[in-house]
């Protein structure tokens, strides 16, 4: 006999569920043929949080490696230049270029740090080969040619009075490292509005219904969860990360709300599929009370189905694949949840964020080794390489740059200071030896420079940390880690 108590239940609900969240795999593929900027939307999200890196001297030996190794590496750059037409040809449209000098501080506005996360300075000053016979210019030091140079640019404004100027702009507008925003519903955009959809216990035969809209300044996760037909939850989600958020460098999730005075659950996940594992974390709200709601990782239970899973082990939090926000009927293993009551709810969101990383470099500065040798008592100038032997004849630029290093190192930024040895054009594929002392003599290609800064501002162990580095005869991988964490915080 037909249950007469039973609601009406809509299979064009459910159908509407399963192809926005791509569960039936054949539809899928249809779908992204016929609307490809759809499938694509996820995939932007990561970048669009990702912050920009500033990259200033874009456009020198060094700079235009790292805006290159950036780019392909899924980073978002801003780049400083003073040629903005130089750089076009350079970059083409894949940079976001910034026309400046950082030697005139007026030029360095507001804007250029506008959603800037990190900066890696490669500026130098400007030198070239004097006029002459060739035969008399060409010297070389450990196999390596090189010929004795004019300046063209004043070391004092370019190694000193520039790093000075722009390290201010820096530190005045800089974001901190220590979060990662997520999503931001105090900004909105559809975009993100596109990212988030509704599952609710349709999926098993029940009537709740919910959404997630946007308003001026949040996000309102509202509806009605009704206990008709075994029914009892409602929640949001997000499609799939493409790639995942790795927020392992992370201690957790962290929620600016405004509740209802009910109880709801945060869940992740950590694989991409759509019935596997959650990773939940209740929490309560007070009735239209702004509260920040911390979600620490290692708390997080896994469940499938509100039933718990003791062996499904730690989340892994460098696999983040969506999100959801939950109001349901039950808690964990058939108990109930202590608040809930069927009937309208509302739940507003400020933001979404990753909290507790340790500080990482916010300022990478590529320097030189030898900066502290031409005036070090004692030091033997007819054994050091040439920029030390010829300090005094390129206007003290060492002198400089060592000024510039100090105005880095008492800014108050975190941040890293590589002083590359002499910079070659061969390929970086060689193992590194870094020391610090300002003893190390040697060579090193500038696309492993570039590959070490890039590394440098990802890592929580380059804080702060002053050293030379040259490569090694033997190629092979770098292991970044261990070699910034051999390596000891400046005094």
Do not use: H
């Amino acid at each position: 006999m037909k249950d007469k108590n039973r609601s009406k239940w809509e299979i064009g609900r459910l159908w509407k569920t399963l192809t926005y969240f791509e569960v039936i795999p054949l539809i899928s593929k249809i779908q992204k043929i016929l609307s490809p900027l759809q499938a694509t939307k996820v995939n932007q999200l990561g970048q669009i949080k990702m912050g920009k890196i500033l990259v200033v001297g874009a456009t020198g030996g060094v700079g235009k490696r790292v805006v290159r190794q950036l780019l392909a590496n899924d980073y978002s750059v801003r780049a400083l230049v003073r040629d903005i037409n130089q750089a076009q040809k350079l970059f083409g449209e894949q940079v976001e270029l910034f026309e400046a000098d950082f030697i005139i501080p007026e030029t360095l506005t507001p804007q250029l740090m506008e959603s800037v996360t990190a900066v890696i300075c490669c500026t130098g000053t400007k030198v070239q080969p004097v006029e002459g016979d060739t035969a008399n210019r060409e010297k070389y030091y450990q196999g390596i040619k090189f010929y004795l140079p004019e300046v063209v640019d004043t070391p004092e404004m370019v190694e000193y009075q520039g790093i000075k100027n722009l390290v201010q702009v820096v530190r005045q507008y800089i974001q901190p490292t220590t979060e990662k925003m997520l999503f931001d519903f105090t900004n909105s955009t559809t975009q993100i509005k596109e990212i988030w959809g509704a599952v609710d216990d349709v999926v098993m035969g029940g009537v709740s219904q919910s959404n997630l809209r946007l308003n001026s300044n949040r996000a309102i996760f509202s509806g009605v969860v009704s206990t008709d037909n075994n029914g009892g939850f409602a929640s949001v989600r997000t499609r799939n990360f493409n790639p995942p958020f790795d927020l392992s460098d992370y201690e957790g999730i962290e929620l600016r709300v405004t509740g209802d005075g009910k109880r709801y659950k945060f869940i992740t996940r950590c694989e991409g599929k759509w019935d596997g594992i959650g990773y939940c974390y209740s929490f309560d709200t007070i009735y239209n009370f702004p509260t920040t709601i911390r979600v620490p990782f290692r708390d997080l239970i896994p469940v499938f189905r509100a039933k718990t899973v003791p062996d499904a082990g730690e989340f892994d939090s460098s696999k983040v694949y969506s999100m959801q926000l939950m109001l349901s009927k039950f808690e964990y293993d058939g108990k109930l949840n202590p608040k809930f009551e069927p009937g309208n709810f509302s739940l507003d969101i400020e933001y979404i964020k990753a909290y507790g990383s340790k500080a990482k470099p916010q300022f990478v500065m590529i320097s030189s080794a030898g900066v502290t040798r031409p005036n070090r008592p004692g030091i033997n100038l007819a054994e050091e390489p040439p920029a030390v032997r010829m300090n005094d004849q390129l206007g003290g630029i060492l002198t400089w740059k060592l000024q510039g290093e100090e105005a880095v190192r008492n800014s108050g930024l975190t941040y890293t200071i590589i002083r590359p040895c002499a910079l070659t054009e061969q390929p970086g594929d060689k193992l590194l030896w870094v020391e610090q002392g300002d003893n190390l003599k040697g060579q090193v290609s500038r696309d492993a420079i570039a590959t070490m800064a890039i590394a440098a501002i990802n890592s929580p162990l380059a804080v702060n940390k002053t050293f030379e580095v040259r490569e090694e005869t033997q190629t092979g991988k770098v292991d970044w880690q261990a070699l910034f964490s051999n390596l000891q915080p400046d005094s």
